[in-house]
């Protein structure tokens, strides 16, 4: 007080300062919360503290004032992953990002507890819930420590609880102009996919859908565009329409299989156990209800053989923010399945047993 100026009692405050915040920890760690209380107000009240310090106290304090422990980092994370519920998690996590704002693991807690939140709110939108929903999402999208793509998921779900909500379906018709992907026949698997892309467009379109196509004629488009176009658009589902070639002569292979993302340890590969997709991560859940509901109706309406539902590392369906699928309709370098996938009626089925499980899905958020 009496050398205002003075930088080396400046540096007395402060060590002084960080001895008080020490005994204030070590009260709080072993949970005597008053005690930790009474130095943590120490320095909060005391201007002459370093106002970063005393940032940094005013943290512990709001973990002293709500009785949490400090815990370490390995002590927040393991805490908030074992807890018995989404919102205990959540409350661990962003303790620990109190504590240690800027600890990547914390990090990595604070987004798998929001995915744990997201994939409840889901549920209870799914029952009716929708007050709950709403709740769980604004907390998300309220919280900083949360990454831009997981809130705007979380705001993505949330306008899906308006009553006059109408859902964006991005329509990506795969490959086109100098990419016409398999051939065979004279037959481009670009002209199959966008005329059947542009049945399902109709289909949508007269169930009062938005849709918003990545191409509409033959034209080169790369995969990086159309994921960042329906990020941009905020749309609420991502589809890709493709058609399947084995690429041997001869090939007796047939039949519709449908992708949702999935990274398989070697990075590129399929994985047919949907035990090992990453369904804790909300937008893969999504993509998988999306991808079971539409690949049920393909199987049973076109009597194509059924080879499943699977993940893969496809730039598309793994860019993308929101729930996205890719399908195969059928084999074009096997003669007999060509022969049938290069009708229109053939098409027109497909597309609607698409846009039938779109519906499904999104009704079943209403
Ligand atoms: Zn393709």
């Known amino acids: ?25 070590s009260s709080h760690r072993l949970g005597d919360f008053n005690t930790a209380m009474t130095y943590y107000k120490m320095l909060l009240i005391e201007n002459k503290v370093d106002s970063q310090l005393r940032n940094v106290v005013s943290r ?22 074992k807890a018995s519920t989404a919102s205990k998690s959540w409350n661990i996590a962003l303790e620990g990002k109190l504590v240690f704002p800027n600890s990547s693991n914390i990090n990595n807690a604070v987004e798998d507890a929001a995915q744990r939140l997201l994939k409840l709110a889901r549920s209870y939108q799914r029952s009716g819930n929708k007050s709950g929903a709403l709740t769980y999402y604004n907390m998300i999208i309220n919280e900083n420590a949360v990454l831009n793509d997981t809130k705007d998921l979380a705001h993505m779900y949330s306008k899906q609880l308006l009553s006059n909500f109408i859902p964006t379906v991005y329509i990506d018709p795969g490959h086109g102009g100098s990419d016409p992907g398999a051939q065979s026949s004279n037959v481009t698997e ?3 996919n966008l005329s059947t892309a542009n049945y399902l467009k109709n289909y949508l379109e007269s169930k009062g859908y938005n849709v918003v196509m990545s191409r509409n004629s033959n034209n080169f488009l790369s ?4 994921a960042q176009e329906a990020n941009e658009l905020k749309v609420d589902a991502f589809v890709s329409i493709h058609y399947n070639a084995m690429g041997i002569p001869n090939s007796t292979a047939s039949g519709i299989e449908t992708y949702i993302y999935h990274r ?11 035990d090992n997709f990453n369904t804790d991560n909300s937008r893969i859940n999504e993509s998988l209800l999306l991808a079971d509901k539409t690949h049920a109706n393909l199987i049973s309406s076109t009597g194509l053989y059924n080879r499943g539902v699977k993940g893969n590392n496809f730039h598309v369906v793994r860019e993308t ?31 609607q047993a698409i846009g039938k499980g779109i519906v499904q899905y999104f009704n079943q958020l209403k």
């Not at 080396?8 to 005994?23: K, T």
């Not at 512990?60 to 992953?81: F, M, R, W």
């Not at 929101?322 to 096997?334: Q, T």
């Not at 007999?336 to 229109?344: G, M, N, P, V």
């Open 60 to 81: 512990y304090n709001v973990l002293a004032e709500n009785g949490s422990k400090l815990l370490t980092v390995s002590g927040y994370v393991s805490n908030s992953k």
């Open 190 to 192: 670009a002209s199959l």
């Open 1 to 25: 007080g009496y050398y205002p100026k003075d930088s080396r009692l400046s540096i007395a405050v402060n060590n002084a300062a960080n001895r008080i915040f020490s005994m204030g920890q």
């Open 264 to 274: 398989v340890a070697s990075g590129f590969g399929q994985e047919n156990n949907r």
């Open 223 to 226: 995969l990086a565009e159309r």
């Open 321 to 351: 923010n929101i729930p996205a699928v890719l399908y195969e309709l059928g084999f074009m370098d096997n003669a007999t399945e060509l022969a049938k996938i290069r009708t229109s009626q053939y098409q027109k089925t497909a597309a």
